[in-house]
């Protein structure tokens, strides 16, 4: 059996919200792995284990370029080390120049947009350069380009820490803004249930026939109340299916009609999502230095 440290415990209750004992019992029952204690955790807790994907874990901006006609854009993320450097003004300008590189040489990845020529050198060497500069690790985290079959309509908050690039066929500049800052605060992972993976959906499928059948209901019943709970997800998680923030009795698919629009695509960042963000422990540390130095 998987030994359960104290620092599996931790990680995995700051990935779910769960009771640090309920953490434990599940790692436990999971034999240590974490992705598999994380879906036992919510098959007894519910919706609250799952708040992982929400948790913003370093600093930085989210940068947008539209060109003028509002038929091309970019959205880039730059990280740096703490939201302090996120304000600084070289390092802002910074990331609206590689935004408008990316619009205007369409690199392949973050290599080939490293290696454009930059001021009186390259991206890397401007990059470098900055790092010296303000005494902060920088780096290009991702980007993407869009040629717009509509208008882009575009939307950046929390000081830039969440960006949204959006493609909306017909309509107005008005319902393209609203559309933007929708996606801004509900964070759909895709247009519609097609984008959404299979693996996913098999996960949540899997999940809700856990808890359904500790109703002890008929399997007919079970199964209807997984589909029930499969769907339900599906229209929380896809831009399509959710209810418009600014009128709730209205889905978004139903606002599009109203309009005679339509979205093509569109692009959510969200600064840190994923990344892993330094800790540093002082007492810890103020600690060890004590123990060092009553060594010597």
């Known amino acids: ?33 974490l992705a598999k204690a ?34 091309l854009g970019a959205i880039i993320e730059v990280n740096c080390e703490t939201d302090f450097v996120a304000k600084n003004e070289d390092f802002l300008a910074f990331v609206a ?14 290599a080939a947009l490293s290696a454009l020529p930059c001021r009186d050198g390259t991206v890397e060497s401007v990059r470098t350069a900055l ?17 717009a079959k509509g208008r882009l309509a575009s939307y950046v ?12 066929v ?12 929708h996606i801004a605060a509900t964070k759909p992972r895709a247009l519609s249930t097609d984008g959404v993976a299979a693996d996913e959906i098999e996960r949540e499928r899997s999940i809700a026939r856990a808890k359904a059948a500790e109703s002890g209901k008929p399997a007919e019943i079970v199964e209807k109340m997984v ?10 998680v896809t831009l399509l299916g959710q209810p ?15 309009k005679s629009a339509s979205v093509d695509s569109f692009v959510l960042y969200v600064v840190g999502e994923g990344i892993e963000k330094r800790q540093d422990d002082f007492a810890a540390e103020v600690a060890a230095q004590a123990a060092a130095a009553a060594g010597r």
């Not at 799952?50 to 370029?65: F, L, N, P, W, Y």
Request: proline content about 1%; charged content about 30%.
């Open 227 to 236: 589909e029930g709970t499969v769907q339900k997800f599906l229209k929380e």
């Open 1 to 33: 059996m998987a030994e359960i440290t104290a620092a599996m415990v931790k990680e995995l209750r700051v990935k779910t919200d769960a009771p640090m004992m309920e953490c434990k019992k599940a790692l436990i029952e999971a034999d240590g792995d």
């Open 97 to 110: 120049e590689l935004a408008g590189m990316v619009a205007a040489s369409n690199p392949a990845d973050v």
């Open 170 to 181: 017909g309509g107005d500049e008005t319902l393209g803004r609203d559309l933007a800052m």
């Open 244 to 258: 418009f923030v600014k009128d709730d009795k209205q889905t978004i698919s139903a606002l599009l009609k109203s």
């Open 157 to 168: 908050h929390g000081g830039a820490r969440i960006g949204v690039l959006l493609d909306l």
């Open 38 to 71: 994380e879906d036992i955790l919510r098959v007894k807790l519910g919706n609250k284990a799952s708040k992982a994907a929400s948790r913003i874990a370093a600093e930085g901006v989210v940068g947008i370029h539209l060109a003028d006609d509002a038929r």
């Open 131 to 147: 790092v010296g500069k303000i005494g902060e690790n920088l780096s290009i985290r991702r980007f993407a380009r869009v040629e």
